[in-house]
């Protein structure tokens, strides 16, 4: 056994009885793990009843994606030290059978992979591409994330347009189901803990690059996820957390002229995501924006200071030279397909 699929739990009782059994039934070669991040449900009880060969961690309180992944590997990696490979996995996504196997064979052949996603299809309608990371993450000249098959709420039909190669490097892996290599993890010192939650991955991928360490998806392999099983997507506080955390994870990453170029950008840009809010009526998500820029200046000298192991810059791939921002609205670019 080389591999633990790691499901992060926050009363989320629904999803684990939903997903759960095929989780274990097309992982039967990994070992299978919830973490539990300060539940007060009744999650706990409902798995050990059902499934008591789960591998159960009980943490005390919510620490959010990151603090919970962070403690939970840390406690596994101290009770299994064999394992080589660790799957952060959402708890409301279903994987295909045989979903496993290409992940870790191309890691096995590739030992200066850090991290790999397989494709994420949409649950609801499964032929269509999943907005948490599709086929694989970019990251536009100006700090904004998105997919390969999802242009912000856009999501592609999958038609097999970004089938090859079948183990593309992208800028990051989603953080909905993503293998980590352990010495990589450790190598970055795993995941931000003061980002609590979302673009987290953002930031342990470009760190892997950072550290000599590539990033991939896999189309050979394919997961359904449901999307918004913690916090939905109209949520204002993920729009306010989505917004701070870009921000924050480009000072950390790069130099300081360059981050400047992009914090000086964003006030403009940000500003007409904020105006486009109030014109759809969705101030609360206006003021989202607000805040988030709030608490960004207020956080920035933390990070852009922040100790670095590894020279500050961009990976060396998945980077798109343009404005996606400007080229969606502007340009009505949907799609990153060539075809």
């Keep these: 056994m080389k591999t633990a699929v790691v499901i992060l739990n926050w009363n989320g009782q629904k999803w684990l009885e939903k997903f759960l059994p095929t989780v274990i039934a097309n992982s039967s070669d990994a070992l299978v793990v919830v973490a539990d991040n300060g539940s007060s449900d009744h999650s706990a009880d409902w798995t050990q009843t059902h499934h008591p060969k789960v591998h159960w961690i009980s943490m005390p309180s919510n ?4 603090g919970g992944y962070n403690r939970a590997l840390s406690i596994l990696h101290a009770e299994q030290p064999g394992l080589a490979y660790a799957v952060l996995m959402n708890s409301d996504i279903e994987p295909s059978p045989g ?3 290409p992940l870790e064979t191309f890691m096995d052949a590739h030992p200066t992979a850090g991290a790999i996603q397989p494709k994420l299809l949409d649950y609801q309608n499964r032929q269509h591409f999943e907005y948490a990371g599709a086929m694989g993450g970019m990251l536009d000249y100006w700090g904004y994330p998105f997919a390969i098959g999802r242009i912000f709420d856009h999501c592609e039909q999958d038609h097999g347009q970004y089938d090859q190669p079948a183990y593309p490097e992208v800028f990051w892996a989603s953080g909905a189901c993503l293998m980590v290599r352990w010495v990589a993890f450790d190598h970055v010192k795993g995941l931000d803990t003061r980002l609590f939650a979302h673009m987290e991955e953002v930031d342990l991928c470009w760190r892997m690059w950072r550290a ?3 990033v991939h998806a896999c189309t050979q392999s394919q997961v359904f996820h449901v999307g918004g099983g913690t916090l939905g997507a109209l949520s204002p506080q993920k729009t306010f ?3 701070r ?3 924050l994870v480009a000072v ?5 002229l360059a981050a400047i170029r992009i914090v000086a950008a964003r006030l403009f840009l940000d500003g007409l995501a904020g105006l486009l809010f109030l014109w759809r009526g969705q101030g609360k998500h206006c003021w989202a924006i607000v805040r ?7 956080q920035m000298a933390a990070f852009a200071f922040f100790p670095q192991e590894h020279p500050k810059g961009w990976p060396a791939k998945g980077l ?6 400007w080229d969606y609205y502007a340009r009505n670019k949907k799609t990153t397909s060539k075809r």
């Design 241 to 243: 957390l989505n917004f």
């Design 63 to 66: 620490q959010g994606y990151a």
């Design 245 to 247: 955390n870009s921000l």
């Design 320 to 325: 798109y030279r343009g404005s996606i921002v």
């Design 212 to 214: 000599g360490y590539t």
């Design 99 to 101: 979903w496993l196997e």
């Design 252 to 256: 950390k990453n790069l130099p300081a």
């Design 292 to 298: 988030a820029h709030g608490q960004f200046y207020r």
